[in-house]
């Protein structure tokens, strides 16, 4: 079975930071863009940032960009998020996903993606 497993959600206080992991298994996910949305609630799931298949290429939101880094390990068919400087709008339910490709999830396409993650919950305190 496919899967991608979420990890290092949790409760911190603006100005923190906190490393998020997305572990593939059933499958290698190394031709696979790999990316990391949020959802807040009462809102719309959102894009957050992604990396290609080679780990080239990251793409961020723009509420994000400069504070949160992607980065991928093939060998360990897992990618992270590293979020610093948090703020209380950055506290979501963030997914991990996958798709063969990197525009679809930057764009948040319809037909993207073809593997989610369950979430991990983000809660930035003020």
């Known amino acids: 079975q496919v899967q991608l497993a979420e990890s290092g959600g949790g409760l911190v206080q603006a100005g923190d930071s906190l490393r998020l992991s997305c572990a593939g298994s059933?499958?290698?996910?190394?031709?696979?863009?790999m990316g990391w949305f949020r959802q807040a609630p009462g809102k719309e799931r959102e894009f957050v940032a992604v990396?290609?298949?080679?780990?080239?290429?990251?793409y961020y939101a723009d509420s994000v960009k400069g504070r949160f880094t992607i980065s991928r390990d093939s060998a360990k068919n897992t990618v992270y998020l590293q979020m610093n400087s948090l703020k209380p709008q950055d506290t979501a339910v963030y997914y991990c996903?996958?798709?063969?490709?990197?525009?679809?999830?930057?764009?948040?396409?319809?037909?993207?993606?073809?593997?989610w993650g369950q979430g991990t919950q983000v809660t930035v305190s003020s």
């Open positions: 059933g499958r290698t996910f190394s031709n696979y863009a």
């Open positions: 990396i290609g298949w080679r780990g080239l290429s990251p």
């Open positions: 996903a996958a798709d063969t490709s990197q525009h679809a999830i930057a764009l948040s396409m319809p037909q993207c993606c073809e593997h």
